[in-house]
């Protein structure tokens, strides 16, 4: 069982930054593959980005990509996402995911691939 919890968000103003971290309980938090999603009012939880076990490999969304960087830490088991230049379309509410062991890239990218949920943090971007 992972217990993942995150933090960071806010209410922030278009082109500024947030930084969202995601803790995770468990002895095995280097064993996970992780990923942030997010989800706004009204549609479905997207992918945003993931990274692999020793930080091996990194991917985004096209809608995210050279604005948003993840990043773990196996020492401190953590997982954050540094958000820079936001948009108004940024707004949601952010989830940390976690799944063990190895997984594809087109399936790091899936939501069904995630064993564990964190509860989210709520970021709204204004114009």
């Known amino acids: 069982q992972v217990q993942l919890v995150e933090s960071g968000g806010g209410l922030v103003q278009a082109g500024e930054s947030l930084r969202l971290s995601c803790a995770a309980s468990?002895?095995?938090?280097?064993?996970?593959?992780m990923a942030w999603y997010r989800q706004a009012p009204g549609k479905a939880r997207e992918f945003v980005a993931a990274?692999?076990?020793?930080?091996?490999?990194?991917f985004y969304s096209d809608s995210v990509k050279g604005r948003f960087t993840i990043s773990r830490d196996d020492v401190k088991n953590t997982v954050s996402l540094q958000m820079n230049s936001l948009k108004p379309e940024d707004t949601a509410v952010y989830y940390c995911?976690?799944?063990?062991?190895?997984?594809?890239?087109?399936?790091?990218?899936?939501?069904?691939?995630?064993?564990?949920w964190g509860q989210g943090t709520q970021v709204t971007v204004s114009s």
């Open positions: 995911g976690s799944r063990i062991g190895f997984a594809s890239i087109a399936n790091l990218m899936k939501y069904s691939t995630y064993d564990y």
């Open positions: 468990g002895r095995t938090f280097e064993n996970y593959a």
């Open positions: 990274v692999t076990q020793n930080s091996d490999s990194t």
